[in-house]
C-alpha cells in the first residue's frame, strides 16, 4: 500500500522515517494531532482535522465512503460561518426588491432589520438557537413595548433571513420555525362613523385645506399609505375611472376603481400637477402641493387633526378600514370586498364579517315559529288561510 513519509523533527524516533496510513498526515509532525486528505465525489482534494490517529482512520474511511456514494458536502467540511448581520442583509434587499410599503427606518433600512441587527448582528448564525430568538425577541418586546403583532412582524423577518441562508446555503436550518407566534387580537377594526367624519372633515377644512382630497382618496379607494402615497399620474385613469397598483403590498399588480369622490379628488390634485410625476406632493407650507416634491407621509397633519376633532384611537390606516367596513355594511360581498381591498386570503377580509348582520340576521329568522302551534289569518276574500312552519307540516304529514 503507498503510503506517505514524514520525518519526525523531535520526540521518540527522531530522523528517522515514519509510515503512516495512506490519508493520513500530521501537519505538525510529533503533535500528535492528525488530518486526512482525500478526493470527494467531484475529484476536489479535502484536507480535514480529525484529531486522534484512530479518529482519523475512521473519518477517512468515512469520506471514502461518501464519495463512492456520490454526497457531495460532507456534514463536517469546514466553511466561513456567516453572521446573522449578513443574513439580515440579504433578506432587506430581499424585501427592497420585490416588496413595497414596507416602513423604514432613519437609516432607509427595513425598521425589523435595525433591532435585529443591534441584538443578535455579531452572532454566527449556526449558534442561535430556537430558545436564543425567544429571549431575544421578549426582552425586546419588554423593553420597547411592542404588541404581539410588531413580535410576530421580527420573528417573520428573522425567519426570512434564515430561509434565504438555507436557499443560499450559507446555513443548514432554520431555528426560527421553532419559535411560536404570539396571538393577536384582530377582533377590533377602528373605522370612522358618520359623526366622527363630520367632525374631522371640518377641521380639515379649516386647518389643511389642501390635504381635503388625499382624505377623500383614502376614504373611497382603501388604498394603503404606501400605495396613495407612491403614486404616479401614468397609473391613474381618468376616462376608465381606475388606477392601476403596479406592486401591491404582496409583489402582485391590481386594480381600483373610482367612486365619483375619488374622481373628483384626482381632478383636484391633476389641476395642481404640472406634467407627469407624483399625484401627491408637498407644498411651500408642508402640508400643500407644489410639483416636484412628493409628500411622503400625512401623519403630521392627520395625527393633529384627529386631536383637533376629538377622534381617539384613530390613525391614517384606519380610513383603509373605514373603506372596507363601508362596503360590507352596504352589502358588498366579502369576496368583492377581499378584490378591492387587495387582500391576499379571504381570511383577512373575514375580519369585516360581523359588520353585515343582514345575513346572519337572514338565517336565524327561519327559526321563528319553529315548533309553534299553526295561526289562522282571513284572506281578503273572507277564507281561512293557516300559515304552518315548513317543519312542522311536513312533520304533520309523516304521522298522518
Not at 425567544?134 to 426582552?139: C, D, V
Not at 384613530?314 to 369576496?335: D, Y
Request: net charge positive.
Amino acid at each position: 500500500m503507498q503510503t506517505e513519509t514524514l520525518t519526525l523533527i523531535n520526540g521518540k524516533g527522531a530522523g528517522e522515517p515514519r509510515h503512516n496510513p495512506h490519508g493520513l498526515f500530521e501537519k505538525v509532525p510529533g503533535s500528535d494531532v492528525w488530518w486526512i486528505r482525500y478526493a470527494d465525489a467531484t475529484g476536489r482534494i479535502r484536507r480535514e482535522k480529525a484529531g486522534t490517529k484512530s479518529a482519523a482512520i475512521k473519518l477517512y474511511q468515512k469520506r471514502k465512503t461518501e464519495a463512492l456514494q456520490g454526497k457531495k458536502l460532507p456534514e463536517t467540511i469546514r466553511r466561513r460561518q456567516a453572521l446573522v448581520s449578513e443574513l439580515l442583509h440579504d433578506a432587506a434587499e430581499h424585501v427592497r426588491a420585490r416588496y413595497r410599503g414596507q416602513r423604514l427606518g432613519g437609516d432607509g433600512q427595513d425598521y425589523r432589520h435595525a433591532a435585529l441587527k443591534e441584538t443578535l448582528g455579531n452572532r454566527p448564525a449556526e449558534s442561535v438557537t430556537p430558545q436564543d430568538i425567544e429571549r431575544t425577541l421578549s426582552r425586546l418586546a419588554e423593553e420597547r413595548e411592542w404588541k404581539p403583532a410588531s413580535f410576530n412582524r421580527h420573528k417573520a423577518f428573522l425567519s426570512l433571513a434564515y430561509r434565504l441562508a438555507v436557499e443560499s446555503g450559507k446555513v443548514q436550518s432554520n431555528p426560527v420555525r421553532l419559535v411560536h407566534r404570539r396571538r393577536e387580537d384582530n377582533g377590533r377594526i377602528r373605522w370612522l362613523s358618520a359623526d366622527e367624519e363630520t367632525k374631522l372633515r371640518a377641521v380639515i377644512q379649516t386647518e389643511y385645506p389642501d390635504e381635503l382630497p388625499a382624505f377623500d382618496l383614502a376614504l373611497h379607494t382603501g388604498m394603503r399609505l404606501s400605495e396613495q402615497y407612491g403614486l404616479s399620474w401614468d397609473c391613474v385613469d381618468l376616462e376608465r375611472r381606475q388606477i392601476t397598483i403596479p406592486r401591491s403590498k404582496h409583489g402582485d399588480i391590481r386594480y381600483i376603481p373610482l367612486d365619483n369622490t375619488a374622481l373628483a379628488a384626482f381632478v383636484t390634485l391633476r389641476a395642481r400637477s404640472d406634467g407627469p410625476g407624483p399625484v401627491m406632493v408637498l407644498g411651500e407650507s408642508g402640508h400643500g402641493y407644489k410639483a416636484g416634491h412628493p409628500l411622503k407621509t400625512p401623519r403630521e397633519w392627520f395625527d393633529t387633526a384627529c386631536r383637533k376633532a376629538a377622534i381617539l384611537d384613530f390613525t391614517w390606516h384606519c380610513l383603509r378600514h373605514t373603506f372596507a367596513s363601508r362596503l360590507v355594511m352596504a352589502g358588498v360581498p366579502l369576496r368583492k370586498v377581499q378584490e378591492l381591498m387587495g387582500h391576499k386570503t379571504i381570511a383577512m377580509t373575514c375580519r369585516y364579517a360581523h359588520l353585515a348582520p343582514e345575513h346572519l340576521q337572514d338565517a336565524i329568522l327561519k327559526l321563528d315559529g319553529w315548533g309553534q302551534k299553526p295561526t289562522e289569518s282571513k284572506t281578503e276574500s273572507g277564507a281561512i288561510e293557516r300559515n304552518e312552519p315548513v317543519g312542522l307540516v311536513k312533520t304533520q304529514a309523516v304521522i298522518q
